[in-house]
């Protein structure tokens, strides 16, 4: 949700602000700086007002930047620390805190001051003291500390015991050794009834004891999963950090073998063919693992599930986690819609959010599937976001309808026609590449004609980045995209970018052998003649590749001549020998090239004689037609002009090459080695979602965002959970079972047996007031409500004074109605039980 | 598990403000700026730099033009107990809040500076040694101490009534909401309040009350002397249309803010109607339901009622904070893809835009057309053809007596009116300049720095007829055809053909790739010329504006009660004066593309 103070920036204008600034740039009186004998003097004062200014002074230069020096004032601060007066305290300790470690000594006068406060009548001075007395970072009073705690711990007071739980945490900092104290008062701390002790408690124990002593919670197990509604959010995220961890540790995956849902026409086969059941029982698809959870861990699950409607983010991705990583099938689906709802967020956090949200498409991208609208990009974002949006919409795409896949490909193709932004271009490309690995021939199909139109832009970043896709997409299944390779040579007449020129000479001489399999090379052999020809204003990269591409061609026809010389003199038997080895289509690849059928090429060829200027070899094509055996093969000669051509070339890395491929074919009768060099199947390109490589990461965690395993979060086990523990090596579950005497204190209680838990929050339990009555105050363990009932009865006091009777009738009136109501809850509450 | 380490916050000029050490030894903010800085804006709320020692990941939030830096670094011995990113970031949005609460709004570097004491207590007690423990700004009332002087200072800051701080809370944008449950004539006796001074807040009274607050969110012992509840529902649009003018996806996004300033501990009742959408289907709640999407709550509402009943039952903090958040498909859920039934217009936004590119002679021009939708066939809501009427109604001369002007005097729900109209056009990169701007309304501006032409329209100017605006771009000067250069070019580089020098062959390379790219044909025919514009073409434009009294989900206020037996402290006879505000706001929320 929007913080409060940016709702308001929408309702208030800019005039108002101006208007505020100007008003509060004025020059005020009390930030001008006095000497420091004044300050002490103001300090020293008996007046309240004169002490507070002089400690405002104080914390302002502590503050200031530059910061000024102040431990000069320590003395006569600590002195103030005698008055009474409740506005000084909360600056003095500030101050003490900030200066204790500076000057260890003068600090320690203080301690017996602040112990004289621990016993103080108001439950706020003493949680204060109990507070700064742990926040003073000298080492030799952690055992002073240590006792403060414990008295705490025990302390009627809930401000009180949650203090001493976040002491318990500065206690441990301070002095390694007080460790096994302080474990001590986490457990008790741990089974406080008071739910925002308990958070803190939790929050302590994260901090202690990390995901070690897991045996201090079980006995709070069940009580800790109940309140976590009512505690406050940074409770929330600790216990379910915590609980995450404890699930994994203490309940053991149980599975169990059902037989899958059947179909009606499954059904009605049964029912027909009921003669051979043990044909039907065979079937392993049939069947398939069903969890048995665990009642505890159950009780955990549906506890969080009102934790989706927070208004905290980390809440919300933290419940998703745990549903992640503990349910992934039951209770997975209720936290995506709330997932989405974190894209509405403060630029901030919608970043993170969508690193998780990606997280959790890479596992279940069906279920966000429903949501594509809400991961259309839109142009005033910032290219992290957009980024992050195209994972999204490129992972759910293969569960989307057509009409929807459709959509998403227009929108890919919008913004790869975005000329200002060269990343968003390249992201997108690769987006629709990804796409076109949906198992689903026809939107691949689609995906790679849309690839292909684009070769046509006139944008070279464009044409590049979808050259490189196309060449992914073609290697992962060469057999099926042949015409597309064809298709592709017949670009290079007018494809201009470099980068795609090279890929496409790349491909011609991988996989275009096959097309025209007769020994001369097919397609590949005249495309390479044609780039001669224009090699002078190629580019070093295409050159490059022409080399490399004469090289293949070369060999291949060497390749070829051995086999024809070794299998029979007769060309109708080379031709078979390549038929069968190339599948069978011989024929029709034969006369793709001369014939009629495939245009294309037939096309290209022709174009390449239009503009053919005044070239060296006018005679070659007609010589490639009918080969005679007295003259060099037109392949020879044209491989002998290319490797001329490199060997004059400019670049030292061409010409090195060039000589690699001399030496390499030198000796036209032994081709094994530089088959193996440059014929070797190529290793098939990986194009992953970009955050694949982040899969290991916990969701939530901060290595996710960063993309790094960070220490402190990434132990030697790995970043992830620890693994579900074996089943028979779990704790026992009667360690979780509560003493009986305890029942019926807390409200929740209560509602654990209504089996009303869950969409309970601490405003609900108002209502449900006082099932205990008015005498909810007397117990000890105090809940909301009976803190609401204390309320209710000063505010009645203090109305009466005020001459207002009424307001007392009506609560004691209402109060009377309200435990009628709770009872005749009680009474459906006992129905419910029996 | 989430230790906050520390808080360092910074004014608009990145000076240092504020540094506050939670915990440990984190890198300190001298350091760790330059490093921030180095990162091209936008710059991503986490960053990681392995470089430090230790390595510290760093977390950054905006407000107020107010940088908010918390590093978190990666070394300490025991595992698991590393910060969670999202953890980091609400506690520093917490920490703003809590800042504001105290200073008031907006958070200027100058409050910050002179009170420093406060701004101390609240940072210390948001976090005790980096745990965060207290999140809500209004409990922290109780124990931050302002001591006597300070508060009368801070009476105008905390967004009491009477005090000039806040003007845009107490204008005449809220209506006295007479139509508002039974119990809401309190409208006298809030005017009086309006105008009385804050001293109803007893100045003196001593922050820290013995007993602990019942109620964790909201302080103890509140005292008002008029008693005030105003609901604010504010709705930011993002709507994405295709070029041909068909929404791809529309949202609105909403927030309600509550404002609260009742004695005692009240128990209220917020009822919302949806304005006739999802009629027809299960009761109230299940409508409400069906229109508010993926709600989320202050931690006061009491999430089963909202279950069982669709009605918002809570008690409130004191003050000021944000009750609800909720999104409306504008769509509605289903939507198919088809053309016929999802236009522009069935959204029912007061104002669309259009755009077409690749006019005039030689190409070089497009227009922006700005456009009041016509709802088709009765396809918009009832709210949405009142809203039509008043807008009409209200941009002709001389009625409702001549006070309808554009400002924050008008805008209830009986007249809604619209502002600050602005149409922004991104240009590419590659536009030189923008040589003509002919608008037939309002005010346009081409501006190089970011590269966009920004278009603004008066309210009042802006009828049913629209307004349109024409830009003729000039390209950059290879686009004028001097082929001659390009020749010459490719001529150089053949004269460096046979030279072994390394990088003069690089250059040879990219001039062949030049002439091969520049080497277009000479006659340059409209085809090539339209072609070559389209890439200096707009790819989208941007439509902001706001619209006060109306809300495009159409969702109502239906009743505000104050629930008198439930509510504790405060007298049967107190009525509270109610008022209500809607909002809805684009900025730059209504995206074309083309």
Same mark, same amino acid.
């Given at each position: 949700?929007?913080?409060?103070?940016?709702?308001?920036?929408?309702?208030?204008?800019?005039?108002?602000?101006?208007?505020?600034?100007?008003?509060?740039?004025?020059?005020?009186?009390?930030?001008?700086?006095?000497?420091?004998?004044?300050?002490?003097?103001?300090?020293?004062?008996?007046?309240?007002?004169?002490?507070?200014?002089?400690?405002?002074?104080?914390?302002?230069?502590?503050?200031?930047?530059?910061?000024?020096?102040?431990?000069?004032?320590?003395?006569?601060?600590?002195?103030?620390?005698?008055?009474?007066?409740?506005?000084?305290?909360?600056?003095?300790?500030?101050?003490?805190?900030?200066?204790?470690?500076?000057?260890?000594?003068?600090?320690?006068?203080?301690?017996?001051?602040?112990?004289?406060?621990?016993?103080?009548?108001?439950?706020?001075?003493?949680?204060?003291?109990?507070?700064?007395?742990?926040?003073?970072?000298?080492?030799?009073?952690?055992?002073?500390?240590?006792?403060?705690?414990?008295?705490?711990?025990?302390?009627?007071?809930?401000?009180?015991?949650?203090?001493?739980?976040?002491?318990?945490?500065?206690?441990?900092?301070?002095?390694?050794?007080?460790?096994?104290?302080?474990?001590?008062?986490?457990?008790?701390?741990?089974?406080?009834?008071?739910?925002?002790?308990?958070?803190?408690?939790?929050?302590?124990?994260?901090?202690?004891?990390?995901?070690?002593?897991?045996?201090?919670?079980?006995?709070?197990?069940?009580?800790?999963?109940?309140?976590?509604?009512?505690?406050?959010?940074?409770?929330?995220?600790?216990?379910?950090?915590?609980?995450?961890?404890?699930?994994?540790?203490?309940?053991?995956?149980?599975?169990?073998?059902?037989?899958?849902?059947?179909?009606?026409?499954?059904?009605?086969?049964?029912?027909?063919?009921?003669?051979?059941?043990?044909?039907?029982?065979?079937?392993?698809?049939?069947?398939?693992?069903?969890?048995?959870?665990?009642?505890?861990?159950?009780?955990?699950?549906?506890?969080?599930?009102?934790?989706?409607?927070?208004?905290?983010?980390?809440?919300?991705?933290?419940?998703?986690?745990?549903?992640?990583?503990?349910?992934?099938?039951?209770?997975?689906?209720?936290?995506?819609?709330?997932?989405?709802?974190?894209?509405?967020?403060?630029?901030?956090?919608?970043?993170?959010?969508?690193?998780?949200?990606?997280?959790?498409?890479?596992?279940?991208?069906?279920?966000?599937?429903?949501?594509?609208?809400?991961?259309?990009?839109?142009?005033?974002?910032?290219?992290?976001?957009?980024?992050?949006?195209?994972?999204?919409?490129?992972?759910?795409?293969?569960?989307?309808?057509?009409?929807?896949?459709?959509?998403?490909?227009?929108?890919?193709?919008?913004?790869?026609?975005?000329?200002?932004?060269?990343?968003?271009?390249?992201?997108?490309?690769?987006?629709?590449?990804?796409?076109?690995?949906?198992?689903?021939?026809?939107?691949?199909?689609?995906?790679?004609?849309?690839?292909?139109?684009?070769?046509?832009?006139?944008?070279?970043?464009?044409?590049?980045?979808?050259?490189?896709?196309?060449?992914?997409?073609?290697?992962?299944?060469?057999?099926?995209?042949?015409?597309?390779?064809?298709?592709?040579?017949?670009?290079?007449?007018?494809?201009?970018?470099?980068?795609?020129?090279?890929?496409?000479?790349?491909?011609?001489?991988?996989?275009?052998?096959?097309?025209?399999?007769?020994?001369?090379?097919?397609?590949?052999?005249?495309?390479?003649?044609?780039?001669?020809?224009?090699?002078?204003?190629?580019?070093?990269?295409?050159?490059?590749?022409?080399?490399?591409?004469?090289?293949?061609?070369?060999?291949?026809?060497?390749?070829?001549?051995?086999?024809?010389?070794?299998?029979?003199?007769?060309?109708?038997?080379?031709?078979?020998?390549?038929?069968?080895?190339?599948?069978?289509?011989?024929?029709?690849?034969?006369?793709?090239?001369?014939?009629?059928?495939?245009?294309?090429?037939?096309?290209?060829?022709?174009?390449?004689?239009?503009?053919?200027?005044?070239?060296?070899?006018?005679?070659?094509?007609?010589?490639?037609?009918?080969?005679?055996?007295?003259?060099?093969?037109?392949?020879?000669?044209?491989?002998?002009?290319?490797?001329?051509?490199?060997?004059?070339?400019?670049?030292?890395?061409?010409?090195?090459?060039?000589?690699?491929?001399?030496?390499?074919?030198?000796?036209?009768?032994?081709?094994?080695?530089?088959?193996?060099?440059?014929?070797?199947?190529?290793?098939?390109?990986?194009?992953?979602?970009?955050?694949?490589?982040?899969?290991?990461?916990?969701?939530?965690?901060?290595?996710?965002?960063?993309?790094?395993?960070?220490?402190?979060?990434?132990?030697?086990?790995?970043?992830?959970?620890?693994?579900?523990?074996?089943?028979?090596?779990?704790?026992?579950?009667?360690?979780?079972?509560?003493?009986?005497?305890?029942?019926?204190?807390?409200?929740?209680?209560?509602?654990?047996?209504?089996?009303?838990?869950?969409?309970?929050?601490?405003?609900?339990?108002?209502?449900?007031?006082?099932?205990?009555?008015?005498?909810?105050?007397?117990?000890?363990?105090?809940?909301?409500?009976?803190?609401?009932?204390?309320?209710?009865?000063?505010?009645?006091?203090?109305?009466?004074?005020?001459?207002?009777?009424?307001?007392?009738?009506?609560?004691?009136?209402?109060?009377?109605?309200?435990?009628?109501?709770?009872?005749?809850?009680?009474?459906?509450?006992?129905?419910?039980?029996? | 598990?989430?230790?906050?380490?520390?808080?360092?916050?910074?004014?608009?000029?990145?000076?240092?403000?504020?540094?506050?050490?939670?915990?440990?030894?984190?890198?300190?903010?001298?350091?760790?700026?330059?490093?921030?800085?180095?990162?091209?804006?936008?710059?991503?709320?986490?960053?990681?730099?392995?470089?430090?020692?230790?390595?510290?990941?760093?977390?950054?939030?905006?407000?107020?033009?107010?940088?908010?830096?918390?590093?978190?670094?990666?070394?300490?011995?025991?595992?698991?107990?590393?910060?969670?990113?999202?953890?980091?970031?609400?506690?520093?949005?917490?920490?703003?809040?809590?800042?504001?609460?105290?200073?008031?709004?907006?958070?200027?570097?100058?409050?910050?500076?002179?009170?420093?004491?406060?701004?101390?207590?609240?940072?210390?007690?948001?976090?005790?040694?980096?745990?965060?423990?207290?999140?809500?700004?209004?409990?922290?009332?109780?124990?931050?101490?302002? *001591?006597?002087?300070?508060?009368?200072?801070?009476? %105008?800051?905390? +967004?009491?009534? &009477?005090? $000039? #701080?806040?003007? @845009? /809370? =107490?204008? *005449?944008?809220?209506?006295?909401?007479?139509?508002? %449950?039974?119990? +809401?004539?309190? &409208?006298? $006796? #809030?005017?009086? @309040? /309006? =105008?009385?001074?804050?001293?109803?807040?007893?100045?003196?009274?001593?922050?820290?009350?013995?007993? &602990?607050? $019942?109620?964790?969110?909201?302080?103890?012992?509140?005292?008002?002397?008029?008693?005030?509840?105003?609901?604010?529902?504010?709705?930011?649009?993002?709507?994405?249309?295709?070029?041909?003018?068909?929404?791809?996806?529309?949202?609105?996004?909403?927030?309600?803010?509550?404002?609260?300033?009742?004695?005692?501990?009240?128990?209220?009742?917020?009822?919302?109607?949806?304005?006739?959408?999802?009629?027809?289907?299960?009761?109230?709640?299940?409508?409400?339901?069906?229109?508010?999407?993926?709600?989320?709550?202050?931690?006061?509402?009491?999430?089963?009622?909202?279950?069982?009943?669709?009605?918002?039952?809570?008690?409130?903090?004191?003050?000021?904070?944000?009750?609800?958040?909720?999104?409306?498909?504008?769509?509605?859920?289903?939507?198919?893809?088809?053309?016929?039934?999802?236009?522009?217009?069935?959204?029912?936004?007061?104002?669309?835009?259009?755009?077409?590119?690749?006019?005039?002679?030689?190409?070089?021009?497009?227009?922006?057309?700005?456009?009041?939708?016509?709802?088709?066939?009765?396809?918009?809501?009832?709210?949405?053809?009142?809203?039509?009427?008043?807008?009409?109604?209200?941009?002709?001369?001389?009625?409702?007596?001549?006070?309808?002007?554009?400002?924050?005097?008008?805008?209830?729900?009986?007249?809604?009116?619209?502002?600050?109209?602005?149409?922004?056009?991104?240009?590419?990169?590659?536009?030189?300049?923008?040589?003509?701007?002919?608008?037939?309304?309002?005010?346009?501006?081409?501006?190089?720095?970011?590269?966009?032409?920004?278009?603004?329209?008066?309210?009042?100017?802006?009828?049913?007829?629209?307004?349109?605006?024409?830009?003729?771009?000039?390209?950059?000067?290879?686009?004028?055809?001097?082929?001659?250069?390009?020749?010459?070019?490719?001529?150089?580089?053949?004269?460096?053909?046979?030279?072994?020098?390394?990088?003069?062959?690089?250059?040879?390379?990219?001039?062949?790739?030049?002439?091969?790219?520049?080497?277009?044909?000479?006659?340059?025919?409209?085809?090539?010329?339209?072609?070559?514009?389209?890439?200096?073409?707009?790819?989208?434009?941007?439509?902001?504006?706001?619209?006060?009294?109306?809300?495009?989900?159409?969702?109502?206020?239906?009743?505000?009660?104050?629930?008198?037996?439930?509510?504790?402290?405060?007298?049967?006879?107190?009525?509270?004066?109610?008022?209500?505000?809607?909002?809805?706001?684009?900025?730059?929320?209504?995206?074309?593309?083309?």
């Amino acid at each position: 949700m929007e913080s409060i103070s940016r709702i308001s920036s929408l309702l208030e204008t800019a005039r108002d602000l101006t208007l505020e600034a100007a008003r509060d740039a004025g020059p005020r009186k009390s930030t001008r700086p006095l000497p420091a004998p004044q300050i002490k003097k103001l300090l020293d004062s008996r007046q309240e007002r004169e002490v507070l200014d002089g400690l405002r002074r104080v914390i302002a230069m502590q503050y200031a930047n530059p910061p000024q020096a102040t431990l000069t004032f320590f003395p006569t601060v600590l002195k103030t620390l005698s008055h009474p007066y409740p506005s000084t305290r909360p600056l003095v300790y500030n101050y003490l805190i900030h200066h204790a470690e500076l000057d260890p000594d003068t600090a320690l006068l203080s301690i017996n001051t602040i112990q004289k406060s621990l016993s103080d009548r108001n439950p706020r001075v003493r949680a204060m003291a109990l507070k700064t007395m742990a926040g003073i970072r000298v080492p030799v009073i952690s055992q002073i500390v240590s006792l403060a705690i414990k008295k705490g711990v025990s302390d009627l007071s809930p401000l009180v015991r949650k203090a001493a739980a976040l002491a318990c945490v500065k206690c441990v900092r301070l002095d390694e050794t007080t460790r096994p104290q302080v474990e001590e008062y986490l457990a008790v701390l741990l089974a406080d009834k008071q739910y925002y002790v308990a958070g803190a408690a939790v929050q302590a124990f994260m901090e202690v004891c990390g995901t070690e002593r897991l045996d201090l919670i079980h006995p709070a197990y069940r009580r800790l999963c109940r309140m976590v509604v009512d505690m406050d959010e940074w409770g929330q995220l600790a216990l379910l950090k915590l609980m995450t961890v404890y699930a994994r540790r203490c309940f053991p995956r149980r599975t169990k073998r059902t037989k899958r849902a059947q179909t009606q026409e499954q059904k009605a086969q049964d029912f027909y063919e009921d003669l051979e059941p043990e044909a039907q029982q065979e079937n392993e698809a049939d069947y398939e693992e069903t969890e048995i959870p665990d009642p505890d861990l159950t009780l955990f699950l549906t506890s969080i599930h009102p934790l989706l409607q927070s208004r905290n983010s980390a809440v919300i991705v933290a419940v998703a986690r745990a549903y992640l990583y503990l349910s992934p099938t039951a209770h997975l689906p209720q936290a995506i819609g709330p997932l989405i709802a974190l894209l509405r967020s403060p630029q901030d956090i919608q970043q993170v959010a969508l690193h998780n949200i990606v997280q959790v498409c890479l596992a279940q991208p069906a279920h966000f599937a429903s949501y594509y609208r809400h991961f259309l990009i839109r142009s005033t974002e910032p290219p992290q976001t957009r980024g992050l949006k195209l994972e999204v919409l490129t992972l759910i795409f293969p569960s989307c309808s057509p009409d929807i896949q459709s959509l998403l490909l227009a929108e890919l193709e919008h913004f790869s026609r975005s000329p200002e932004d060269p990343a968003l271009v390249r992201d997108s490309v690769k987006a629709i590449g990804r796409c076109a690995q949906s198992p689903n021939p026809a939107t691949s199909r689609r995906c790679l004609s849309l690839l292909l139109s684009q070769l046509h832009s006139s944008d070279d970043n464009l044409v590049g980045e979808a050259m490189q896709v196309i060449r992914h997409l073609i290697q992962r299944s060469p057999a099926e995209h042949r015409k597309t390779v064809v298709r592709l040579a017949r670009n290079l007449d007018h494809l201009t970018s470099a980068t795609a020129r090279a890929g496409v000479v790349w491909l011609v001489g991988e996989f275009a052998y096959a097309t025209g399999e007769d020994g001369g090379g097919g397609v590949a052999a005249d495309v390479w003649r044609i780039l001669v020809k224009g090699y002078v204003g190629e580019g070093e990269e295409v050159r490059g590749q022409i080399v490399g591409l004469g090289a293949k061609v070369y060999l291949r026809w060497l390749n070829w001549r051995k086999a024809d010389g070794q299998v029979a003199d007769d060309p109708e038997g080379a031709v078979k020998h390549e038929g069968e080895s190339n599948g069978g289509d011989l024929p029709s690849s034969r006369s793709a090239v001369d014939g009629n059928d495939d245009g294309e090429v037939r096309g290209f060829r022709e174009d390449a004689f239009a503009d053919q200027s005044p070239t060296d070899q006018p005679e070659h094509h007609r010589q490639q037609q009918q080969q005679k055996k007295e003259r060099p093969h037109p392949i020879e000669l044209l491989y002998q002009h290319t490797l001329l051509l490199a060997r004059y070339t400019p670049s030292y890395h061409l010409r090195d090459r060039a000589r690699f491929y001399r030496a390499l074919l030198g000796t036209p009768s032994s081709t094994e080695l530089a088959s193996l060099l440059l014929l070797a199947p190529k290793p098939v390109p990986q194009a992953p979602s970009p955050s694949e490589s982040r899969r290991s990461y916990l969701l939530g965690s901060a290595s996710l965002i960063v993309g790094e395993g960070l220490r402190g979060e990434v132990g030697e086990r790995g970043a992830g959970l620890p693994e579900w523990v074996e089943e028979g090596r779990e704790p026992d579950p009667g360690l979780r079972d509560e003493k009986g005497e305890e029942r019926g204190e807390y409200v929740g209680e209560r509602e654990r047996d209504s089996k009303g838990l869950g969409g309970m929050s601490a405003g609900e339990r108002l209502d449900g007031v006082l099932a205990a009555g008015g005498g909810a105050g007397a117990k000890r363990g105090k809940t909301l409500d009976a803190w609401l009932n204390d309320d209710e009865e000063e505010e009645a006091d203090e109305s009466e004074e005020s001459g207002g009777g009424s307001s007392g009738e009506g609560t004691s009136s209402e109060e009377e109605t309200e435990t009628e109501e709770s009872e005749s809850e009680e009474d459906e509450d006992a129905g419910l039980v029996r | 598990m989430s230790a906050i380490e520390a808080v360092y916050i910074f004014d608009e000029h990145n000076n240092l403000l504020l540094t506050h050490t939670y915990t440990a030894r984190p890198a300190p903010p001298s350091i760790l700026l330059p490093l921030y800085l180095q990162h091209a804006a936008p710059r991503p709320s986490v960053l990681y730099f392995p470089s430090l020692h230790p390595p510290t990941v760093l977390y950054s939030i905006t407000q107020d033009n107010l940088l908010f830096l918390s590093p978190s670094s990666f070394s300490s011995a025991s595992p698991a107990t590393t910060a969670e990113p999202l953890l980091v970031l609400e506690f520093l949005h917490r920490v703003a809040d809590a800042l504001e609460e105290f200073l008031g709004s907006p958070l200027l570097a100058v409050k910050i500076a002179a009170h420093y004491d406060i701004v101390a207590q609240v940072l210390a007690e948001v976090a005790d040694a980096g745990v965060v423990c207290q999140g809500e700004a209004n409990a922290l009332r109780d124990v931050v101490e302002t *001591g006597p002087g300070v508060l009368n200072n801070l009476l %105008g800051k905390v +967004g009491l009534p &009477g005090s $000039a #701080g806040v003007p @845009g /809370l =107490q204008g *005449g944008a809220r209506g006295p909401l007479s139509s508002i %449950g039974s119990s +809401g004539s309190g &409208g006298g $006796a #809030g005017g009086g @309040g /309006l =105008q009385r001074p804050g001293s109803g807040l007893q100045a003196l009274q001593p922050a820290q009350t013995a007993q &602990g607050t $019942a109620i964790p969110w909201r302080r103890s012992n509140v005292r008002h002397t008029s008693n005030e509840l105003y609901v604010d529902i504010v709705e930011t649009l993002s709507v994405t249309l295709a070029p041909s003018g068909r929404p791809l996806a529309a949202f609105a996004y909403g927030s309600i803010a509550f404002t609260c300033k009742v004695s005692g501990v009240p128990d209220l009742l917020l009822s919302l109607s949806t304005g006739g959408k999802g009629a027809g289907m299960g009761n109230r709640g299940d409508q409400l339901r069906a229109v508010m999407e993926r709600t989320v709550f202050h931690p006061c509402v009491r999430l089963g009622r909202w279950k069982s009943e669709g009605v918002l039952s809570f008690v409130p903090p004191d003050g000021r904070f944000a009750l609800c958040g909720y999104e409306v498909d504008l769509l509605g859920p289903e939507a198919p893809l088809t053309v016929g039934k999802n236009t522009y217009g069935s959204l029912g936004l007061p104002a669309g835009v259009e755009v077409t590119t690749g006019l005039g002679s030689s190409a070089n021009d497009f227009e922006v057309r700005l456009t009041q939708p016509t709802t088709s066939g009765g396809g918009g809501s009832a709210a949405t053809a009142s809203l039509q009427s008043n807008l009409s109604g209200g941009s002709g001369p001389g009625s409702r007596s001549g006070s309808f002007k554009p400002g924050p005097g008008s805008g209830d729900s009986k007249a809604p009116s619209l502002e600050n109209l602005t149409v922004r056009v991104p240009l590419p990169a590659a536009v030189r300049n923008v040589t003509e701007l002919r608008p037939s309304r309002g005010e346009a501006r081409w501006n190089p720095a970011d590269g966009s032409v920004e278009w603004k329209v008066a309210a009042k100017d802006f009828g049913p007829l629209g307004a349109v605006l024409r830009c003729t771009i000039q390209g950059p000067p290879a686009a004028d055809g001097d082929d001659a250069g390009a020749e010459l070019n490719g001529m150089t580089a053949t004269t460096y053909d046979y030279n072994d020098d390394e990088p003069s062959s690089a250059y040879q390379t990219q001039d062949s790739q030049e002439k091969r790219s520049n080497g277009a044909p000479e006659p340059v025919s409209r085809e090539a010329r339209v072609e070559r514009s389209r890439e200096l073409m707009p790819t989208s434009a941007t439509l902001s504006f706001g619209v006060k009294g109306w809300l495009a989900s159409g969702l109502k206020v239906e009743s505000l009660l104050l629930d008198n037996k439930k509510s504790r402290g405060l007298g049967q006879e107190v009525k509270p004066y109610k008022g209500v505000k809607y909002l809805t706001v684009s900025r730059e929320g209504i995206e074309l593309r083309c």
